[in-house]
């Protein structure tokens, strides 16, 4: 696609539930990265996907959250058992390597109540 | 890890005025991005520079890596121009970006 799609664009969820958000990256880019970015603060990583190599997950909070890319293109971010301070938008970049400016998402805002 | 620091944290300005802002870093990196998030959220990507300098119509960067800084220029400032700049910074033995805690800047008319 033109850009990086991200769905839902909003989602309330209650406390203990498990939500998955969803990123579509540009064709064609084979690097995706997933952030998010709490209310007022800056971005801060979870994930990272490089083509086929194994996923760098060092950025990922805790064993609550995990994510998958299949067929090297959308990726799934989930997160089980949400809490709040899960709540945050979540966003989603790609690029067409390591080395090369991110796109963006317009991001998946998250509500835990 | 690296560490990013953005000054100023908040800038205001009348427009047309010029503004600088600064990026400095506390490690080698081969990965430096400079990003727009206007006031609904959306984050723009403006330059990918890790050195040298670029420039795209009212914008300008320049990098320079050895002395670890990195400055972003806007000229004749629009009320558009207003948001959060972040600098990205990707140390050499890394695999994504860190980023800046931002400069604030609001344009008024």
């Known amino acids: 696609g033109a850009g990086v799609s991200q769905s839902p664009s909003n989602k309330v969820t209650e406390k203990g539930k498990d939500v998955e958000l969803r990123c579509d990256p540009i064709s064609g880019h084979t690097a995706l990265y997933w952030y998010r970015q709490s209310l007022g603060q800056g971005l801060e990583f979870l994930i990272y996907f490089q083509g086929n190599s194994a996923p760098d997950k060092s950025g990922l909070p805790s064993d609550r959250f995990s994510a998958e890319r299949t067929g090297g293109s959308v990726s799934t971010l989930t997160i089980q058992r949400t809490q709040q301070e899960d709540s945050a938008v979540y966003l989603c970049?790609?690029?067409?390597?390591?080395?090369?400016?991110?796109?963006f998402g317009s991001g998946t805002r998250l509500t835990v109540v | 890890g690296i560490q990013v620091e953005q000054s100023p944290p908040d800038l205001i300005l009348q427009e047309g005025a010029n503004s600088t802002l600064r990026c400095n870093f506390s490690?080698?990196?081969?990965?430096l991005q400079w990003f727009h998030q206007n006031p609904w959220g959306q984050l723009i990507n403006l330059f990918y520079?890790?050195?040298g300098t670029k420039q795209n119509g009212r914008l300008s960067a320049t990098t320079v890596a050895t002395e670890r800084y990195s400055l972003l220029y806007i000229s004749s400032s629009q009320t558009t121009d207003s948001g959060v700049y972040f600098c990205?910074?990707?140390?050499?033995?890394?695999?994504?970006?860190?980023f800046g805690e931002g400069t604030q800047l609001t344009v008024n008319p």
């Open positions: 490690d080698s990196v081969n990965n």
């Open positions: 970049a790609s690029s067409r390597g390591r080395r090369e400016g991110y796109t």
């Open positions: 520079i890790p050195s």
């Open positions: 990205a910074v990707e140390e050499t033995s890394g695999s994504r970006l860190t």
